[in-house]
């Protein structure tokens, strides 16, 4: 055989046995269009259709155009484990997309419509965006360090906050405009966000509530708050165009005479009007449930349940923002997890001396929330989601009827995920 002849074969065939790219189908198996829907790849499942290099990362491509997608080191081993791609979907569509690797400087940039921030403050005023940090031990007198006091979460729709110390009660801020807005938050460009600004401001009044979502464990008929624990700290997972991921992380959370461990991952995504909340306790009490809730200080109507779906949906809507408008919140359970419903006391126990935070006029101890327990067993996450909308931002969510109507396409979906075939 000619030299030259043999080479080239050689070169063709060990072109074609290194898998560059591959077809693979996204299904959309319910009869309504899906927008901004985001499906995760583990790296394995990408390996087994191309091959993965050095310096090299996934795409996905329709045509000529490129699907928004971002990798992610969830594990934080210092390599890319997972791959999460948005798509929106026609109804009952089956997309086919070709999966392909590209070299990692070229790379896209996509439109970041999630958000991440904790940031701690600094001798010169400013705040220092951490990856890691630990919050000051509850034994240790009361002190604000973080910028918003607060760890903070957002994607083009609406924006969270928990607060970074032992009172632990979740807020939200309702968002006019699509930007991103926590970076900005106790800045010279965001320095008041209790008033409206154009782009929004701090909707709810949180007292000593879970706020909107915030933990606790239900044992014995008692709620005992996420707040007060030994440690608790925040660790980034992922922060990007497609998603951010990020884990709430306490130990020595004292409840009634058990020691527990509780990790809180919460995740993003764009589009989208809630945040999803998996939460994993260690050394969870026979009989007890993961608990979270709504505030009900300014509501004035009843409170609501449903069932839809694999859900059950409990929330409130009414004119009950602090710009005096409507504000929905609500709490999605899988139905096979639903556990106790109730709404505690209105009673402010700050006042009758049960006083943990003086500065802030805070108790450890719940009232004015409405909640839902989950049944779970100890070292496995309990999923829930839970949703916010705000009626000035749009006309629908001036209703409660709106908002519900949105609650059940958002179960259905939920409960009929995309399909993907490889």
């Given at each position: 055989m000619n030299t030259k002849v043999g080479w080239l074969l050689l070169a063709v065939v060990t072109l074609l046995s290194c898998k560059q790219e591959h077809s693979i189908s996204f299904v959309n198996p319910v009869p309504e269009d899906r927008s901004d829907e985001v499906v995760v790849l583990t790296r394995e499942q990408v390996a087994a259709r191309v091959e993965i290099k050095e310096g090299f990362l996934p795409i996905f491509r329709v045509g000529e155009e490129t699907l928004p997608s971002q990798v992610d080191d969830m594990n934080r081993d210092g390599k890319w484990d997972e791959i999460a791609v948005l798509l929106n979907l026609k109804a009952n569509e089956e997309k086919s997309v070709v999966l392909e690797m590209i070299p990692e400087n070229e790379y896209p940039a996509f439109e970041k419509r999630t958000n991440l921030r904790l940031g701690i403050h600094q001798e010169d005023g400013s705040y220092k965006e951490v990856d890691h940090y630990a919050a000051i031990p509850a034994t240790e007198p009361f002190k604000i360090i973080a910028q918003g006091e607060s760890v903070s979460w957002e994607n083009d729709k609406i924006a969270f906050r928990v607060y970074f110390d032992c009172r632990n009660v979740k807020d939200l801020f309702g968002k006019l405009k699509p930007g991103m807005i926590i970076d900005k938050i106790h800045t010279p460009e965001i320095k008041d966000?209790?008033?409206?600004?154009?782009?929004?401001?701090?909707?709810?009044?949180?007292?000593?509530?879970?706020?909107?979502?915030?933990?606790?464990?239900?044992?014995?008929?008692?709620?005992?708050?996420?707040?007060?624990?030994?440690?608790?700290?925040?660790?980034?997972?992922?922060?990007?165009?497609?998603?951010?991921?990020?884990?709430?992380?306490?130990?020595?959370?004292?409840?009634?005479?058990?020691?527990?461990?509780?990790?809180?991952?919460?995740?993003?995504?764009?589009?989208?009007?809630?945040?999803?909340?998996?939460?994993?306790?260690?050394?969870?009490?026979?009989?007890?449930?993961?608990?979270?809730?709504?505030?009900?200080?300014?509501?004035?109507?009843?409170?609501f349940a449903f069932e839809a779906s694999d859900f059950e949906c409990i929330g409130t809507h009414d004119v009950q923002s602090l710009n005096n408008d409507e504000l929905g919140m609500a709490v999605l359970v899988p139905n096979a997890e639903v556990g106790k419903i109730g709404?505690?006391?209105?009673?402010?126990?700050?006042?009758?001396?049960?006083?943990?935070?003086?500065?802030?006029?805070?108790?450890?101890?719940?009232?004015?929330?409405?909640?839902?327990?989950?049944?779970?067993?100890?070292?496995?996450?309990?999923?829930?989601?839970?949703?916010?909308?705000?009626?000035?931002?749009?006309?629908?969510?001036?209703?409660?009827?709106?908002?519900?109507?949105?609650?059940k396409e958002e179960a259905k979906t939920l409960s009929s995920p995309i399909e993907v075939r490889f």
């Open positions: 966000y209790h008033s409206l600004n154009e782009w929004g401001m701090d909707v709810l009044h949180c007292g000593s509530s879970l706020g909107s979502g915030g933990i606790a464990l239900l044992k014995n008929d008692s709620l005992y708050r996420v707040g007060s624990t030994d440690v608790y700290e925040y660790q980034k997972v992922s922060e990007g165009p497609v998603r951010s991921v990020f884990d709430l992380i306490y130990k020595g959370w004292h409840v009634d005479g058990d020691n527990l461990e509780a990790t809180e991952r919460i995740s993003i995504y764009p589009g989208k009007y809630w945040f999803q909340s998996d939460v994993t306790v260690k050394g969870l009490p026979e009989g007890a449930q993961i608990v979270t809730g709504i505030v009900t200080s300014m509501l004035k109507r009843e409170p709404r505690t006391t209105d009673i402010n126990f700050f006042k009758l001396g049960y006083q943990t935070v003086v500065e802030k006029g805070f108790s450890n101890i719940i009232s004015e929330t409405y909640y839902i327990g989950q049944k779970v067993e100890a070292n496995k996450p309990a999923r829930h989601y839970f949703s916010a909308v705000w009626g000035l931002e749009k006309d629908q969510w001036k209703t409660e009827d709106g908002f519900k109507s949105y609650l």
